[in-house]
T-cell receptor, first 112, second 114 residues
Framework: SQKIEQNSEALNIQEGKTATLTCNYT??????LQWYRQDPGRGPVFLLL?????KEKRKERLKVTFDTTLKQSLFHITASQPADSATYLC???????????FGAGTRLFVKA | DTAVSQTPKYLVTQMGNDKSIKCEQN?????MYWYKQDSKKFLKIMFS???????INETVPNRFSPKSPDKAHLNLHINSLELGDSAVYFC?????????????FGPGTRLTVL
């Protein structure tokens, strides 16, 4: 069955450092991969999308890589800030898909 | 302005009751979704609707019945509530289900079944 794995343990880093979150998947060939941010008590908020034919995508302090051979995506937050503390969800979907599969998320804590 | 809204935000009820959760989006999107997020934080899709038509039903028990009176609304009615139904339910919308559309989520409804 399709499976998405994200770091189950929380990630603790110091302010100013780069946070790197991992998303691995199996039994799936997604057309695109998305990253969402979720704060406690709120719905997920879209951050970045990368297509299967793209290797890397950037947006301000965020960078996403997508390796379809390794079936892995890395999500980087550079110059991290305490306000970046949240849960980050990886999501996969196919073209023509009304169905997006989400990972359980990785909790990030950025200490001042 | 709220893009995707849900009511109520909290819902506490007894086993066996019937309850509804309402969702509205003012983004003009064609596609709407219901997700369930359990205690392990997995966000699992339940239903997808496109232009008021059911597209995806992820083997959800038939106690759950979505209703889309128009493109802007997708309500979720749950009959004979069970303890295992306790979770946070999120409504979402996207411009269309075809292609890499990002989804806009509502604030969630925390359902507690006692």
């Amino acid at each position: 069955s399709q499976k998405i794995e994200q770091n189950s343990e929380a990630l603790n880093i110091q302010e100013g450092k780069t946070a790197t979150l991992t998303c691995n998947y199996t039994n799936y060939s997604p057309a695109y991969l998305q990253w969402y941010r979720q704060d406690p008590g709120r719905g997920p908020v879209f951050l970045l999308l990368i297509r299967e034919n793209e290797k890397e995508k950037r947006k301000e302090r965020l960078k996403v890589t997508f390796d379809t051979t390794l079936k892995q995506s890395l999500f980087h937050i550079t110059a991290s800030q305490p306000a970046d503390s949240a849960t980050y969800l990886c999501a996969l979907a196919n073209t023509g898909g009304f169905k997006t599969i989400f990972g359980a998320g990785t909790r990030l804590f950025v200490k001042a | 302005d709220t893009a995707v809204s849900q009511t109520p935000k909290y819902l506490v009820t007894q086993m066996g009751n019937d309850k509804s959760i309402k969702c509205e989006q003012n983004l003009g999107h064609d596609t709407m979704y219901w997700y369930k997020q359990d205690s392990k934080k997995f966000l699992k899709i339940m239903f997808s609707y496109n232009n008021k038509e059911l597209i995806i039903n992820e083997t959800v028990p038939n106690r759950f019945s979505p209703k889309s009176p128009d493109k802007a609304h997708l309500n979720l009615h749950i009959n004979s509530l069970e303890l295992g139904d306790s979770a946070v339910y999120f409504c979402a919308s996207s411009p269309q289900g075809l292609g890499p559309d990002t989804q806009y989520f509502g604030p969630g409804t925390r359902l507690t079944v006692l």
